[in-house]
């Protein structure tokens, strides 16, 4: 491990408006980085050339000159969006998505498109088509998905900003995997036009990052309504970084609990969060026990709900050609396909009720704290990748259900030297909330500043 001194986003962007740092020379450094590791590491599917991509001229543009890697299911005209599929190899975007549109305007430069899950429904990045997305802190280990690329890519320095997708945990527990930071906005927030679908009702789109501000600017970049996508909410513009120095005294914190949270989960991990809250609470906070074993039953909808609308929108390519995809893969979706009317109804059912509970719950506490996944990164190869869905998706899936903001930061690392992730939570529209604990947090430690040797 090493000490990372790398300034956040909005330092290195005023650097390059002062012209002390040249846009041309950031971009630089990320490609060669990605000619270094890529071989390596396989975040990138189609790495986009530096001629292809125009340095902005307008300095005021709130990602001036910042390289952004973006997760192979966002649109990016001109360029193949494969969606980790073989059904898709040679697709190429006839126009950017929504989100693509908005990082381009803002001055942000896409280097490229990074590897995930296949179709992203998965959590592990062994792709069966482009190759293993492979974890900087020990490449014989998962980087988590299905948005692995885009984490790694983040990790290594390989791009300064990436975004990704997230249906039951899939911008988290990468970010919790690879020691970054991973943000899942509030279902609605983020347009998912040009991004290209698993759930219809499960989807969204966020920013992984290195420091929590540099999520709040990304989520100040993409968010907004959009007219032309059914998801998009209508909702004042957010602010979300005005407020991140905002203190946590007498914020009222609830620190989950019970068998659902402690019976599977490595007692490293369980260490970890604790101490965290312990920061949050010198820092002033109030923190509380708060039982959530009902969250269980919001995982197991949301795994239900996931493989049932996946197995809706590739219906066709299961019925021309079910061999094209992943083992893994295809038995999800074969199983999704074969849930009920009633079994789907009676997990929508369960969306409801949970989401009352979570709205009761943040009637009295500003923010929930609890692991982004029970475990450090496992090997790559070797065990059930069905089992290591369930496992990994535990604690990040029931706030896909809810659609509830929620945040991964780093907060520790394994006796393997293996990071583990904070999960900050809070009711819906509220990621100032969780930004803001999650900034407390990181401004009095340090696990933010450290890199993986590779």
Not at 101 to 112: F, T, Y
Not at 308 to 331: C, P, S
Not at 334 to 358: D, F, H, I, P, W
Request: charged letters at 25%.
């Amino acid at each position: 491990m090493k000490q990372d001194e790398t300034p956040s986003l909005i330092i290195q962007r005023d650097l390059m408006k002062s012209q002390e740092v040249h846009a041309s020379d950031l971009a630089s450094a990320c490609y060669k980085t990605i000619e270094r590791l890529n071989p390596i590491l396989n975040a990138f599917i189609t790495v986009i050339p530096p001629e292809k991509n125009d340095i902005p001229s307008n300095g005021s543009m709130p990602l001036y000159g910042i390289p952004v890697a973006v997760k192979d299911l966002y649109d990016v005209k001109g360029i193949r969006t494969t969606g980790g599929s073989k059904f898709f190899e040679n697709n190429i975007a006839k126009e950017d998505a929504f989100v693509i549109q908005k990082i381009k305007k803002a001055g942000g430069i896409i280097i490229g498109k990074t590897n995930t899950h296949e179709i992203a429904l998965g959590v592990t990045n062994n792709n069966p088509h482009f190759g293993a997305c492979k974890n900087p802190w020990d490449i014989t280990r998962t980087p988590g998905g299905s948005s692995g690329g885009s984490a790694v890519a983040v990790a290594t320095g390989m791009s300064l900003a990436a975004i990704g997708t997230d249906t039951g945990g899939s911008i988290r527990i990468p970010a919790s995997l690879c020691g970054v930071v991973g943000l899942k906005p509030t279902y609605g927030r983020v347009s998912l036009r040009g991004i290209l679908p698993l759930s219809w009702n499960l989807d969204h789109a966020g920013p992984i990052t290195r420091k929590v501000e540099d999520a709040a600017l990304m989520l100040q970049v993409m968010g907004g309504y959009d007219e032309k996508d059914p998801t998009s909410v209508k909702t004042l513009p957010g602010d979300y970084s005005s407020h991140l120095r905002d203190k946590m005294k007498e914020r009222k914190i609830a620190l989950a609990i019970g068998n659902f949270i402690e019976e599977k989960t490595d007692p490293e991990v369980l260490d970890a969060v604790r101490k965290a809250a312990k920061i949050l609470e010198e820092q002033g906070a109030i923190i509380e026990e708060v039982n959530l074993d009902f969250l269980h039953e919001a995982a197991m909808a949301n795994a239900l709900m996931l493989t049932a609308d996946g197995a809706a929108f590739h219906r066709e390519r299961m019925k021309e050609h079910i061999d094209w995809f992943g083992d893994d893969v295809r038995q999800r979706l074969e199983m999704g396909a074969k849930y009920t009317s009633s079994e789907y109804t009676l997990a929508r059912r369960t969306q409801v009720e949970v989401k009352r509970r979570c709205e009761l719950l943040f009637d009295e506490y500003d923010v929930l704290l609890l692991p982004t996944t029970p475990i450090t990164a496992p090997v790559l190869e070797g065990e059930d990748a069905l089992e290591r869905a369930r496992m990994l998706t535990r604690f990040t899936s029931p706030f896909n259900l809810t659609g509830l903001p929620a945040l991964s930061v780093p907060c520790g690392f394994s006796k393997e030297n293996l990071p583990i992730g904070l999960q900050i939570v809070s009711r819906a529209w509220n990621e100032s909330g969780v930004l803001r604990a999650g900034f407390n947090y990181q401004q009095a430690t340090e696990w933010h500043t450290i890199k993986a040797k590779i």
